[in-house]
């Protein structure tokens, strides 16, 4: 390991880099700067950019701003584009800055390669948000990929749950490396809600049972995406006192599907990314969640909001086992069967929003620094 210390990292002289390129990286990153940074520990943020726009939102929520900033998005980047741009980067930062610890987050591309270019370097991994596994390579589709490799490449592994913890045991992990911490998405709702919240939108759907929609995931582009929303379509013509409120992802892919199948609908509202805050707060106000997005789904249980999940697998199971969250699959009937359902029956819909929220209380970024700062993990 660089740096000064041998055994406990000292917050005094140690420098830790950590890195992220997307909104839901740091959304769920950013307090744990502010964590680190409230301690006097010295860290970095360095932003490959796989995102634009809606990432700078993130990060501007929290008062975050970057010290390296790789700005590589392009419109329809592919998995090569992002690796490739991200690993020449992080080769050319290592050269000239060698943290003695690399903080990654989950499963995306970015998290993927700032790690490889640890593990090429030798420097420490330490990865926020381990051992979530679907189990299924192909959904979510390459996150499940991303995050299997990360772990291999780490030394410390910040699981937000115990099934997550058990999931990296049983893959042979050492159990001195594995930390069960909560989720830092938790810790970002601290951030973020705000009582008695007003907005445009709220204020266009008032008297309506929100539900609060988001689909973008990879493996969903093309005709599956075409088919949830054709489901959303159905939904709000059979339900006059229902509202759609779609923030649609910059993504072409989903941009040019939303518009054809939602756009001009009565009762549904297309709108550009909503920052984190009103984010949040609308879906803290909403009826229920329909979504493919991995990150909404622990923040449906922080929330007690029931959430639809238009997946066939999850990664996140403790939403689903504690009953806040339920797959929908991602079949036309099977999601307008689904919704309509919990739309219908109020019993059903009261017993999911008592469900207790499985991915913690808020205290993650605190439990994580404590145990960099107390750790030897830099040290094999
Ligand atoms: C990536 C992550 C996925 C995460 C999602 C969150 C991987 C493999 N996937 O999705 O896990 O759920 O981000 O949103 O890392 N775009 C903009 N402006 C932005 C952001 C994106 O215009 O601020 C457009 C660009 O055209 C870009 C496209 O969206 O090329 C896709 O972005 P990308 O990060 O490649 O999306 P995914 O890989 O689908
Ligand atoms: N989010 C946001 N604005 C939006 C839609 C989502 O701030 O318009 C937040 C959401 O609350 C969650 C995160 O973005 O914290 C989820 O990101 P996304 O669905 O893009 O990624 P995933 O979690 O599926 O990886």
């Not at 990060?59 to 390296?68: H, N, T």
């Not at 445009?200 to 929303?229: P, V």
């Not at 909001?305 to 969250?325: F, Q, Y």
Request: charge should be positive; aromatic fraction near 6%; charged fraction near 25%.
């Amino acid at each position: 390991m660089s740096g000064a210390t041998q055994n406990n990292l000292n917050k005094e002289n140690i420098k830790i880099l950590i890195a992220f390129g997307t909104r839901p990286e740091a959304i769920k990153m950013c307090p744990l700067v502010r964590e680190l940074r409230s301690r006097g520990v010295g860290v970095k943020v360095c932003v490959t950019g796989q995102h634009k726009e809606i990432l700078y939102s993130a990060m501007k929520a929290f008062g975050v701003s970057a010290d390296y900033d790789f700005g590589i998005m392009s419109e329809g980047q592919t998995l090569f584009d992002l690796t490739e741009r991200i690993l020449a980067k992080m080769k050319s930062l290592l050269a000239v800055y060698t943290p003695d610890a690399i903080l990654v987050h989950g499963d995306t591309t970015t998290a993927f390669a700032v790690a490889l270019a640890g593990f090429y370097s030798k420097i420490p991994v330490a990865h926020v948000e381990a051992g979530l596994r679907s189990y299924d390579l192909s959904s979510p589709y390459p996150e499940e990929l991303n995050r299997r490799a990360i772990t291999l490449m780490s030394r410390a592994h910040f699981a937000p749950t115990n099934d997550a913890a058990c999931n990296l045991l049983g893959e042979g992990v050492p159990s001195s490396q594995v930390f069960v911490t909560g989720n830092t998405v938790v810790d970002a709702l601290g951030y973020t809600l705000r009582k008695g919240f007003k907005s445009k939108l709220l204020k266009e759907m008032a008297g309506k049972r929100i539900i609060f929609l988001t689909a973008h995931r990879r493996e969903s582009h093309g005709k599956t995406l075409e088919n949830m929303l054709l489901a959303v379509r159905r939904i709000s013509e059979s339900f006059e006192d229902v509202g759609v409120i779609y923030p649609v992802h910059p993504n072409p892919n989903v941009k040019n599907t939303a518009e054809k199948i939602l756009g001009g609908r009565e009762r549904i509202i297309l709108c550009p990314p909503l920052d984190v805050v009103e984010c949040h707060n609308v879906m803290a106000k909403s009826y229920m969640l329909l979504t493919d997005s991995g990150g909404i789904q622990e923040e449906a249980a922080a929330l007690r909001r029931p959430a639809l999940v238009m997946r066939n697998v999850t990664e996140r199971p403790e939403g689903i086992k504690v009953g806040i969250s339920a797959l929908a699959g991602t079949d036309g009937e099977q999601i307008f069967v689904t919704v309509k359902r919990l739309l219908e029956d109020k019993k059903l819909y009261e017993k999911m929003r008592r469900a207790d929220n499985p991915y913690g209380s808020g205290n993650a970024c605190g439990k994580i620094a404590d145990i960099l700062l107390s750790s030897n993990f830099g040290n094999k």
